[in-house]
């Protein structure tokens, strides 16, 4: 797991009382959560409401927020100024309250005292503070304008226009109203995210960080471009835990990136690789950059099940992936890792077999026992921390260790409660007026009944919205904007939330904005640019499984084991085609007429109509016999074939 406090360079490096003052902060924000899910105050006799103990989790968050970012860069890194310390005490006087009070204040929502409004407008005004200070711009600024838009909605024209809302309504109902700022986001963030952030870093405490990277060294080293299949699987097993792709990029593309460099993968291809690995961790169960968790509380179906919906798809992804690092090793003669720098299998699973335990406890909790996911992520946490006093190295100073993984749980939920407390702000606003419905009927009206068109622009909506954006900000917002259009279209919920994550999460190695990609060229020492137009032709499979689902909902297990079959086969063809068509090689090199017969049959296999399909599979058949046909002939180049 990373630590923004090394990777992300806008944390304070705080000693003396501030530091001791923010280290029991963020100490408390995990402990919080882990009484609050293990129901502790059950056992004790009392009873809180859901919307008290967010109250404590976002007020925990705020002050850890205004002790550790600074409100600009040339703010003091080894001190906390008045003005922030003031900022703290707001923060947990204001959702301190919400805690003490909840039960009295949600009865006066209608009809608050002039306290309640003032409140409200100190806590909005804090959630955009430390929004601006840990994720950016970009997301107050949309925070605003709906807020604004809420207020001020009746002097806009045309679809656009609604009654808007008293000054006083809009702040109590964003404070105390729970489908605000005390709704879904904030508490999936404050139990589900908190949970499972705790097991990544209870798993690298333990040693379970270097054991995955053992596993997948062992694994892929050997083969042909055994560098890159190792950042591939590694990266994936990561980004899976963390839920941050340009976290994730600076962690493992620090070892990962110089290692397919020096094997003889290019700087540009390299950073691509790691990018485009790491942002399949946001697509790639179990947490998927934790939007599953909201996923399955919006659609209000199990998370098991959200999960199992998203294997598929995320299979796919990492096979395209996969395929054109294969193909690119073939072409530019990279050979796989020495053996003799690389751990035996035998040996990797003999030194750890351990670690095992807990995560088929885990998955044990969520798939069989199909237990609320917060707690069987708090209980796998216990396991873990268990099997890791079987390590001599684990059990010296085992007190201090805990207490920096609750320390380095609570950091790194910061960027997390920030985004999903202001994707609450964003609901009540939206929800005050009628501008999700009347979006969603503008996207309607412009498709034209098009549901591939209305595909396109929801792609494309994606896609713009979550460029600067933690993914969880941009699935809200999406959920809210856009998801009505298309279940009106006639496309299933999981579908269009599946489609709108991945799209979301393309964003990060899309250019103009692709920060995943931009953080690993900036390792690998090359032009960003590149590597981010690389990274979107290595990401193809995130780019066309989700229309593929829209259209064939069995890839995402609806449906009969026939209807589910009958939507795999040719959709896995279908990407390996393409994959084959923009890598320009198979079995050989691919001439241009070549690579678009590929194209073709990608275009047929992925296509919803049999003909279409049956059409794909002969092209597909008569490109591959006739590119091994061409084999014996080729004499593969060192040149790469990036530009390709």
Request: aromatic share 8%; charged share 10%; glycine share 14%.
């Given at each position: 797991m990373s630590n923004p406090k090394k990777s992300g360079g806008k944390f304070r490096s705080l000693d003396g009382f501030g530091g001791a003052v923010s280290k029991v902060i963020l100490t408390l924000i995990p402990i919080a959560c882990i009484l609050y899910v293990a129901d502790v105050q059950t056992h004790l006799g009392f009873q809180i409401y859901k919307e008290q103990y967010l109250g404590i989790?976002?007020?925990?968050f705020l002050a850890a927020v205004f002790l550790n970012v600074?409100?600009?860069?040339?703010?003091?890194?080894?001190?906390?100024?008045?003005?922030?310390?003031?900022?703290?005490?707001?923060?947990?006087?204001?959702?301190?309250n919400v805690m003490l009070f909840y039960r009295e204040l949600v009865v006066m929502v209608g009809f608050a005292a002039p306290k309640e409004v003032i409140m409200g407008f100190l806590a909005v005004y804090l959630l955009f503070e430390a929004a601006r200070r840990i994720i950016g711009l970009p997301l107050v600024i949309i925070g605003l304008i709906l807020v604004l838009y809420a207020r001020f909605a009746f002097l806009f024209p045309g679809l656009l226009n609604a009654r808007g809302v008293s000054w006083k309504r809009l702040f109590t109902m964003l404070y105390l109203d729970p489908n605000s700022i005390l709704g879904v986001p904030s508490s999936v963030a404050g139990t589900m995210v908190v949970a499972f952030?705790?097991?990544?870093?209870?798993?690298?405490?333990?040693?379970?960080?270097?054991?995955?990277?053992?596993?997948?060294?062992?694994?892929?080293?050997?083969?042909?471009?055994?560098?890159?299949?190792?950042?591939?699987?590694?990266?994936?097993?990561?980004?899976?835990?963390?839920?941050?792709?340009?976290?994730?990029?600076?962690?493992?593309?620090?070892?990962?990136?110089?290692?397919?460099?020096?094997?003889?993968y290019s700087p540009p291809f390299s950073a691509a690789v790691e990018a485009v690995a790491s942002t399949g961790g946001l697509v790639m169960p179990p947490v998927m950059g934790i939007t599953a968790f909201m996923m399955a509380e919006f659609l209000g179906m199990p998370y098991y099940e959200v999960a199992l919906a998203a294997a598929i798809p995320a299979v796919l992804y990492y096979v395209a992936l996969l395929v054109q690092v294969h193909w690119e090793a073939v072409a530019s003669g990279i050979e796989g890792l020495p053996a003799e720098s690389l751990p035996r299998i035998s040996d990797v699973l003999k030194k750890g077999w351990f670690y095992a335990i807990p995560v088929a406890g885990l998955l044990y909790f969520l798939f069989v026992m199909h237990a609320d996911p917060s707690t069987a992520a708090v209980y796998a946490s216990g396991m873990m921390v268990a099997v890791g006093l079987f390590k001599k190295e684990v059990r010296s100073g085992f007190g201090l260790k805990i207490l920096k993984a609750l320390q380095e749980t609570g950091l790194q939920v910061l960027v997390v409660g920030?985004?999903?407390?202001?994707?609450?702000?964003?609901?009540?606003?939206?929800?005050?007026?009628?501008?999700?419905?009347?979006l969603s009927n503008t996207l309607i009206a412009v498709s034209g009944g098009s549901s591939l068109l209305l595909l396109v622009l929801a792609a494309a909506a994606s896609i713009i919205l979550g460029m600067g954006m933690p993914i969880a900000a941009t699935y809200i917002m999406l959920v809210i904007l856009i998801a009505p259009a298309m279940t009106h279209a006639g496309i299933p919920a999981v579908a269009a939330h599946m489609f709108m994550n991945f799209f979301a999460a393309m964003s990060f190695v899309t250019p103009p904005v692709a920060i995943a990609a931009y953080v690993a060229a900036g390792i690998a020492q090359c032009e960003p640019m590149k590597a981010g137009f690389i990274a979107t032709r290595l990401g193809i499979g995130a780019y066309l499984v989700p229309f593929c689902f829209c259209y064939s909902p069995g890839l995402l297990l609806i449906g009969s084991p026939g209807q589910v079959i009958y939507s795999v086969f040719p959709a896995t063809f279908g990407v390996l085609t393409a994959a084959v068509c923009l890598s320009g090689f198979l079995f050989s090199r691919l001439s241009p007429l070549e690579r678009v017969i590929f194209g073709i049959s990608a275009a047929g296999l992925l296509s919803p109509v049999s003909a279409f399909q049956a059409v794909g599979f002969v092209l597909a058949a008569g490109g591959a016999a006739w590119s091994w046909r061409k084999k014996r002939a080729f004499q593969p180049s060192r040149e790469g074939y990036e530009a390709a």
């Open positions: 989790f976002i007020a925990l600074p409100a600009v860069k040339s703010s003091s890194r080894d001190r906390v100024p008045w003005y922030d310390w003031i900022l703290v005490i707001i923060s947990l006087v204001i959702f301190g952030l705790l097991f990544g870093v209870c798993l690298f405490m333990v040693g379970g960080g270097e054991f995955l990277s053992d596993i997948a060294m062992a694994l892929m080293g050997r083969q042909r471009g055994g560098a890159a299949k190792v950042a591939v699987i590694a990266s994936g097993l990561f980004g899976s835990l963390s839920g941050s792709a340009s976290a994730n990029v600076a962690v493992t593309g620090a070892v990962t990136i110089p290692l397919m460099k020096k094997t003889g920030s985004a999903c407390s202001m994707a609450g702000i964003v609901i009540g606003s939206v929800s005050l007026t009628n501008l999700g419905l009347n």
